[in-house]
């Protein structure tokens, strides 16, 4: 009869199935876990690795979203000169028209129609988009260089 010994407190047994019982009642199946230690290490592995790809996506995502538009400075300039474009987020010249200044959109002084029907019709909007640039209406979707020639915005 062989003798085998509990490798946590040393005491001897006469059969691997003996100790496995001694271990199973006396540590709590401890034997078990050392067993699978190696899957619970791979589980906290997987989600300490899922962890950093979320935080990797929400930094990438939140520094793009900091990014300035192409056209900041071409579009502050607009908006200091207290140029106006006049149109609906319906109308698809509209959306085109805003869509060329990506981020930068945002920085212009962009009044929706929709919202703002008094305001439209004082300045004879008929069609959207309009530009009004000192003082004078020009109706349709305007192209970078013909506003960086009515405004004196450099693009």
């Known amino acids: ?17 003996s100790m496995n019982q001694h271990i199973q009642a ?25 962890i950093a790809a979320i935080a990797l996506f929400s930094y990438t995502f939140y520094a793009r979203s900091q990014k300035t538009g192409d056209y900041d400075e071409f579009a502050k300039c607009l908006t200091g000169k207290a140029i106006v474009v006049y149109g609906n987020d319906f109308c698809q010249y509209t959306a ?11 920085l212009l002084n ?29 109706e349709g979707v305007q192209s970078f260089e013909k506003l960086s020639e009515l405004s004196g915005c450099v693009i």
């Open 110 to 138: 962009y009044v929706k129609c929709i919202d703002n029907k008094e305001l439209c019709d004082s300045k004879g909007v008929k069609i959207t988009p309009t530009w009004e640039i000192n003082g004078k209406i020009y």
């Open 96 to 106: 085109k028209q805003l869509n060329w200044f990506g981020k930068s959109e945002k």
């Open 1 to 17: 009869m062989a003798n085998i010994a509990c490798k946590f407190c040393s005491k001897d047994f006469g059969s691997e199935e």
């Open 26 to 50: 006396k540590h709590g199946g401890l034997g078990e876990t050392k067993k699978s230690g190696g899957k619970r290490a791979k589980n906290y592995f997987v989600v300490i690795a899922l």
